[in-house]
């Protein structure tokens, strides 16, 4: 039987991608071409297009599409970055940013999660990812500087070595704030500075 998460994707990309405002057309490409339903445990599949964060393995959680697409949007991408994406979780924010830029390197601490998600994604035949299983807190200063970095679980402060991996006009997209709520930040690093904007309120899982 077929599960039509085509037309189910078709409806996410009209109402909760577009249809809330998201602009970027590379953005918007990604999330009608990645199968979301891919990244989700067998019986969550038929969820896969609601616009909703789902449970996944090691009680972490799939970002909801919304906030995957409004995250990669603010990193202001042209498709020539490297990235570095901190928490792989599932691999779909992978995914996203694989399709909008030119390399991502991500890391994720959970072994077993890192493992799923690079078969899901060369399953998919997508290629332009490093992977790194460790504490995304240290960065990969081996591969840095980074245009852009995007961190998908939060934590009271941006970590030091994340700022300092950034590259001059780079920017950094990471949920701040408590366990209970945080604020979606954004930093560029302009002329020695990190200047600061606020956008938006979000919860996501620790940076541990
Ligand atoms: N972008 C992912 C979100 C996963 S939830 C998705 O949409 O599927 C956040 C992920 O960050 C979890 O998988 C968690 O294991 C991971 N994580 C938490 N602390 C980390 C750290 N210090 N270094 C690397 N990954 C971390």
Known sequence: ?????????????????????????RVIAACAEIPRHDFVDADARHLAYEDAPLRIRHNQTISQPFIVAY??????????????????????????????????????????????????????????????????????ESAAPFDAVMVTASADDIPDALLEQLKEGGRLVMPVGDDFAQELVRITRTEGEYVQEHLGGVRFVRLI
């Open 71 to 140: 995250m990669t949007e603010a990193l202001a991408l042209t498709g020539q970055e490297r990235v570095l994406e901190i928490g792989t979780g599932s691999g779909y924010q992978t995914a996203i940013l694989a399709r909008c830029v030119n390399t991502v390197y991500t890391i994720e601490r959970i072994d077993a999660l890192l493992e799923d998600a690079k078969r899901i994604l060369t399953t998919l035949g997508i290629h332009n990812i490093h992977y790194r299983v460790g504490d995304g807190k240290m960065g990969w």
């Open 1 to 25: 039987m077929s599960h039509d998460y085509d037309r189910k994707r078709a409806d996410m990309l009209k109402h909760d991608i577009v249809g809330r405002g998201i602009r970027d057309q």
